[in-house]
């Protein structure tokens, strides 16, 4: 079945620092990858769109400059929360979809990455 | 008003129990309907999904889509210890313009209890 990695799966930094994630597709290709925000007892927010070779589409409300993201390839998108603050602690999901699949619903979602930041 | 709402639990359940799990939404533009299950700490993981109003059964699952009350479920039978975890309905739609949109309920929190 379709595999979704992300990396690290926690990290703790301090305040003030850009922490990179890191999510590929494993045995497939993802010209589509997204990336979601969770916070306890809450749903998934979307944050943004990650488009390979193209610039990423973001949600209403979602900084660009502070949370960005490069998809340079068909299995890696990430994500890098620049100057992080203790408000961006947080459960980051990324999702992709195979491109070689006829139904563009299915999502492929990773294992989230815990963000806590000091 | 959320273009999904789902209630967001716990539902706590005896072993062995029917589970019932519900999503209501006011897009009628949604076309296809998904369930997803996100164990503690974990991504969520696609269960089930449908496209048309009706039942659709996966082993002791089954989605349940009515597009004219905009109402959609799913039933858990002989629901096990293992089947504790958060629920997200799922829905999505082409917007008139840009991608398509992937719309997350809140996710219901279920514990079925031993």
């Known amino acids: 079945g379709a595999v979704v990695s992300q990396h690290p799966s926690r990290v703790i930094c301090k305040s003030g620092t850009s922490v990179k994630i890191e999510c590929r597709s494993l045995?497939?290709?993802?010209?589509?990858m997204f990336w979601y925000r969770q916070f306890p007892k809450q749903s998934l927010m979307l944050m943004a769109t990650?488009?390979?070779?193209?610039?990423?589409?973001?949600e209403q409300g979602v900084e660009k400059d502070k949370f960005l993201i490069n998809h340079a390839s068909l299995t890696l998108s990430t994500l890098t929360v620049t100057s992080a603050h203790p408000e961006d602690s947080s459960f980051y999901i990324c999702?992709?979809?195979?491109?070689?699949?006829?139904?563009?619903?299915?999502?492929?979602f990773g294992p989230g990455t815990r963000l806590t930041v000091l | 008003q959320k273009e999904v709402e789902q209630d967001p639990g716990p539902l706590s359940v005896p072993e062995g129990a029917i589970v019932s799990l519900n999503c209501t939404y006011s897009?009628?533009?949604?076309?296809?309907f998904m369930w997803y299950r996100q164990y503690s700490r974990k991504g969520p993981e696609l269960l089930m999904y449908?496209?048309?109003?009706g039942n659709k059964e996966d082993g002791r699952f089954t989605a349940q889509v009515d597009k004219s009350s905009k109402y959609i479920s799913l039933f858990i039978r002989d629901s096990q210890p293992s089947d504790s975890a958060t629920y997200l309905c799922?829905?999505?739609?082409?917007?008139?313009?840009?991608?398509?949109?992937?719309?997350f309920g809140t996710g219901t929190r279920l514990k079925v209890l031993a």
């Open positions: 999702s992709a979809r195979d491109s070689g699949l006829s139904s563009y619903n299915e999502q492929f």
């Open positions: 045995d497939f290709q993802a010209t589509t």
């Open positions: 990650s488009n390979e070779g193209s610039k990423a589409t973001y």
């Open positions: 897009n009628s533009a949604f076309q296809y």
């Open positions: 449908t496209y048309s109003s």
């Open positions: 799922a829905m999505t739609y082409y917007p008139t313009s840009g991608t398509y949109k992937y719309i």
